[in-house]
């Protein structure tokens, strides 16, 4: 059974902290440019969010759900910044549901390794990952290859000592993800190194209030209302 601390931020708080982390972030890009206080306050989302991708397949039965969820509403979201700049760009959403498509493969292969259709499930995951990178590498996607890989480092770590401590080593290996993600995007991306201080206190609890669709709708959102708040300005 996972391990639970009696003190510390629940699944929720820590959620929370991201989305206020973003919200400063994005401000910083529309409107506040000059202080780069904000980006880095803002360094702090991602990883955090990322780390709950993890956690989210760990969990649900629905695997099919998550992903179709994930990827309509960065889909919408993708129209939308179409329509106003003309461009295509791949908002985290979408980040997050190639990493949930890796994910998926990844246990599915992990599931029947040495077994039946083990070889299958193998080339699978090597086939998205590839797609993954070859999508990353012609298409402008947030954060890039490496960010659509950081969630399944946890996992790694705890494939590779299941008996252990499960979540010392899934925030272990997401450290080495995470530090791999800073060296890739370098500059300020280095302070995104911090949100590890933040993860290292979770709970393993979700929290009092079921808060997981509010979370879908934050994204496009807070970028409307930050939009409008600078057209304003």
Same mark, same amino acid.
């Given at each position: 059974? $996972?391990?639970?601390?009696?003190? @510390?931020?629940?699944?929720?708080?820590?959620?929370?902290?991201?989305?206020?982390?973003?919200?400063?972030?994005?401000?910083?890009?529309?409107?506040?440019?000059?202080?780069?206080?904000?980006?880095?306050?803002?360094?702090?989302?991602?990883?955090?969010f990322?780390?709950?991708?993890?956690?989210?397949m760990?969990?649900?039965?629905?695997?099919?759900?998550?992903?179709?969820?994930m990827?309509?509403?960065?889909? *919408?979201?993708?129209?939308?910044? @179409?329509?106003?700049?003309?461009?295509?760009?791949?908002?985290?959403?979408?980040?997050?549901?190639?990493?949930?498509g890796l994910?998926?493969a990844?246990?599915?292969?992990?599931?029947?390794?040495?077994?039946?259709?083990?070889?299958?499930?193998?080339? *699978?995951t090597?086939?998205v990952?590839?797609?993954?990178?070859?999508?990353?590498?012609?298409l402008?996607?947030?954060?890039?290859?490496?960010? !659509?890989?950081?969630?399944?480092?946890?996992?790694?770590?705890?494939?590779? !000592?299941?008996? !252990?401590?499960?979540?010392?080593?899934s925030?272990?290996s997401?450290?080495?993800?995470?530090f791999?993600l800073?060296?890739?995007?370098?500059?300020?991306?280095?302070?995104?190194?911090?949100?590890?201080?933040?993860?290292?206190?979770?709970?393993?609890?979700?929290?009092?209030?079921?808060?997981?669709?509010?979370?879908?709708?934050?994204?496009?959102?807070?970028?409307?209302?930050?939009?409008?708040?600078? $057209?304003?300005?």
């Amino acid at each position: 059974m $996972e391990e639970t601390r009696l003190v @510390g931020l629940s699944q929720n708080q820590l959620k929370a902290i991201a989305a206020a982390a973003m919200v400063v972030d994005h401000l910083g890009v529309q409107i506040f440019p000059q202080y780069i206080a904000f980006r880095i306050i803002g360094r702090l989302a991602f990883p955090i969010f990322a780390y709950f991708i993890y956690e989210g397949m760990k969990y649900t039965h629905r695997p099919a759900a998550y992903l179709g969820r994930m990827l309509a509403m960065g889909t *919408l979201c993708v129209v939308g910044y @179409g329509v106003f700049s003309h461009q295509f760009y791949g908002n985290i959403l979408i980040t997050f549901s190639l990493s949930i498509g890796l994910l998926w493969a990844c246990q599915n292969w992990l599931k029947k390794m040495n077994g039946p259709g083990s070889t299958g499930a193998l080339i *699978l995951t090597v086939a998205v990952m590839t797609g993954i990178a070859l999508l990353c590498s012609f298409l402008t996607i947030d954060y890039g290859f490496w960010g !659509a890989l950081l969630p399944l480092f946890p996992m790694l770590g705890e494939w590779i !000592a299941p008996k !252990a401590k499960a979540r010392a080593f899934s925030l272990g290996s997401f450290a080495i993800g995470l530090f791999l993600l800073c060296m890739n995007l370098g500059g300020v991306q280095w302070f995104s190194l911090a949100a590890l201080i933040l993860l290292s206190v979770y709970t393993g609890k979700r929290g009092k209030w079921k808060m997981q669709h509010f979370f879908y709708w934050f994204y496009p959102v807070h970028l409307v209302l930050i939009y409008l708040l600078s $057209e304003l300005i």
